[in-house]
């Protein structure tokens, strides 16, 4: 895995080739998922996917996974959006909260934050102990395994944007009277608190990308990049998740 420090950030694509790589992309990424649910070839379910999305705040997440999406119907995917615990949630071990929320065979779930939340905001902010954040890397490579061999197909994203364009991004929705609700104290004072979150994030990547779900690291200063990479991402990642099982993809459409 590449680490952050040699993401190239500078990347970036014009508007027709974001649109012409996304129309290329995502029309596979719908043939996949039929396939993945049933619905074309042979009409067995095949093994369901799960796309996770982590990243700093502003990092682009919401604008991915639209495009992720975009063109499915909206019976066959689940978006989930994970904020912090209720008090009844707290109350049961960290990961029972996402259980009713993951995708069985031929079913796709998409998360907008997850467990990660343990190793990351909850380290950080001491909702987690020492005890309890330093077990997590293995409860959750253990999780992970355990739905790769039940037949998930898992698709991991970091969402990385520089401390520059996330200022931007933050004065631009400060600004947007329908944006603003985007942003909140929280997410000025995680900003402050980068040098902690990068030292939580590289331990978390580091003993966290596995073989049975890797980390993809999303360079995200251009949106236009980020949204391409995304789903191209995807796309390959279910294609040789298909083929782990022994399982062919469809043949690519002609156009």
């Known amino acids: 895995m590449t680490s952050l420090d040699?993401?190239?950030?500078?990347?970036?694509?014009?508007?027709?080739?974001?649109?012409?790589?996304?129309?290329?992309?995502?029309?596979?990424?719908?043939?996949?998922?039929?396939?993945?649910?049933?619905?074309?070839?042979?009409?067995?379910?095949?093994?369901?996917?799960?796309?996770?999305?982590?990243?700093?705040?502003?990092?682009?997440?919401?604008?991915?996974?639209?495009?992720?999406?975009?063109?499915?119907?909206?019976?066959?995917?689940?978006?989930?959006?994970?904020?912090?615990?209720?008090?009844?949630?707290?109350?049961?071990?960290?990961?029972?909260?996402?259980?009713?929320?993951?995708?069985?065979?031929?079913?796709?779930?998409?998360?907008?934050?997850?467990?990660?939340?343990?190793?990351?905001?909850?380290?950080?902010?001491?909702?987690?102990?020492?005890?309890?954040?330093?077990?997590?890397?293995?409860?959750?490579n253990d999780f992970e395994r355990s739905l790769d061999a039940e037949g998930t197909i898992i698709v991991k994203f970091w969402m990385h944007v520089s401390e520059e364009e996330q200022l931007k991004r933050f004065e631009k929705r400060a600004g947007d009277p329908l944006k603003t609700w985007k942003l909140t104290d929280e997410d000025w004072r995680n900003r402050d608190k980068r040098g902690p979150y990068c030292e939580a994030l590289d331990e978390m990547l580091i003993r966290t990308d596995t073989e049975w779900a890797p980390w993809t690291l999303v360079e995200g200063d251009s949106k236009k990049w980020a949204r391409v990479r995304v789903v191209e991402a995807t796309v390959a990642a279910v294609e040789e998740g298909l083929r782990k099982r022994n399982i062919e993809p469809p043949a690519l459409l002609e156009t």
């Open 6 to 140: 040699d993401l190239d950030l500078s990347l970036k694509l014009s508007k027709k080739e974001e649109a012409d790589r996304l129309k290329v992309a995502q029309e596979r990424l719908v043939a996949l998922r039929l396939h993945l649910g049933g619905l074309t070839g042979p009409g067995e379910l095949g093994p369901g996917l799960l796309c996770v999305f982590e990243g700093w705040d502003a990092s682009g997440k919401g604008g991915a996974i639209k495009r992720l999406i975009a063109g499915m119907d909206a019976r066959h995917v689940r978006v989930k959006s994970f904020s912090a615990p209720t008090h009844d949630e707290k109350r049961h071990h960290y990961m029972w909260r996402f259980w009713p929320s993951l995708p069985g065979l031929g079913g796709m779930a998409v998360f907008d934050r997850s467990w990660y939340g343990r190793v990351l905001v909850e380290r950080v902010e001491g909702y987690a102990s020492v005890e309890e954040w330093s077990r997590a890397y293995e409860e959750i």
